[in-house]
C-alpha cells in the first residue's frame, strides 16, 4: 500500500508539473465526491480563458 501511495503521489506531482509548464491549471475529481465542484471550476476555468 505504501508503494502504490507513492507512485500515485509521484504521478500526481508529474502531471501538476506538466500541467504547470503548459500554463494549465491541474484540476482532480475524486469518484466517492460529486461532480458539481468540480465541473463548476471547470467551467469557471474556461470561461476566464474565454475573456483572454
Given at each position: 500500500?505504501?508503494d502504490y501511495e507513492s507512485?500515485?503521489?509521484?504521478?500526481?506531482?508529474?502531471?501538476?508539473?506538466?500541467?504547470?509548464?503548459?500554463?494549465?491549471t491541474l484540476t482532480v475529481?475524486?469518484?466517492?465526491?460529486?461532480?458539481?465542484?468540480?465541473?463548476?471550476?471547470?467551467?469557471?476555468?474556461?470561461?476566464?480563458?474565454?475573456?483572454?
Amino acid at each position: 500500500r505504501e508503494d502504490y501511495e507513492s507512485l500515485r503521489s509521484a504521478h500526481r506531482e508529474a502531471l501538476a508539473d506538466l500541467c504547470r509548464s503548459a500554463g494549465w491549471t491541474l484540476t482532480v475529481n475524486r469518484t466517492d465526491r460529486p461532480a458539481e465542484p468540480t465541473l463548476l471550476t471547470l467551467h469557471m476555468l474556461l470561461s476566464e480563458t474565454d475573456r483572454s
